[in-house]
């Protein structure tokens, strides 16, 4: 079955210190991978997918296949990332065309 | 600011009774979906439609109804028949397989 796992409920940083939100998915061909990111009281809204290959907001991802992950990284975290994060992976076979989303990860960063 | 919009914000049913959460979109988009996300659950497929006309269950269809007679428009029913409906709900539209677009949400409490 195709799962996204999210390890962490809560990461605390504190500002300036990096960050890295664990994501590892199961599927056997080739993942579509996104990052999705909900600021308070804003809308559900996509950071980063691993085909553009961009970097936004100074996060990147790397997908790493032998060891289906897709870690989302900031070397220096601000105030301004605290959000709910969520990794999604686009499936295929019986989901195929939807995402499967992870449960979530809630980025905390204090002063 | 357009793209999707969701309507009411805010909703509050009784027990026994049957609501409609809208969902309109103005991005042309072929597909919507509806999610329901819950504190440490991530979120959750409701209905997914491909096409006008047309539409499939998700992962917790039980309880819940939708219709697809228009493009822009993809409305949910909640009905009495769904045990636990108190809950924050999300509608997404896309270009099929590709990134998913996200309303701001309606919030179902059951009084």
């Known amino acids: 079955a195709q799962r996204v796992t999210q390890p962490e409920k809560l990461l605390s940083v504190f500002k300036g210190a990096p960050v890295e939100l664990k994501c590892n998915y199961s599927y056997s061909g080739s993942p579509e991978l996104f990052w999705y990111v909900q600021y308070s009281r804003q809308r559900l809204q996509l950071l980063l997918r691993h085909i553009s290959r961009e970097s936004i907001k100074g996060f990147t991802a790397d997908l790493n296949k032998g060891e289906t992950s897709f870690h989302l990284k900031k070397p220096f975290a601000q105030e301004e990332d605290s959000a709910m994060y969520y990794c999604?992976?686009?499936?295929?076979?019986?989901?195929?065309?939807?995402?499967?989303f992870g449960k979530g990860t809630k980025l905390s960063v204090k002063p | 600011d357009g793209g999707i919009t969701q309507s009411p914000k805010y909703l509050f049913r009784k027990e026994g009774q049957n609501v409609t959460l809208s969902c309109e979109q103005n991005l042309n988009h072929d597909a919507m979906y509806w999610y329901r996300q819950d504190p440490g659950q991530g979120l959750r497929l409701i209905y997914y439609s491909q096409i006008v006309n047309d539409f499939q269950k998700g992962d917790i269809a039980e309880g819940y109804s939708v219709s697809r007679e228009k493009k822009e428009s993809f409305p949910l029913t909640v009905t009495s028949a769904q045990k636990n409906p108190t809950a924050f709900y999300l509608c997404?539209?896309?270009?099929?397989?590709?990134?998913?677009?996200f309303g701001p949400g309606t919030r179902l409490t059951v009084l």
């Open positions: 999604a992976l686009l499936g295929h076979g019986g989901s195929q065309g939807n995402l499967i």
């Open positions: 997404a539209s896309s270009i099929w397989g590709d990134e998913q677009f």
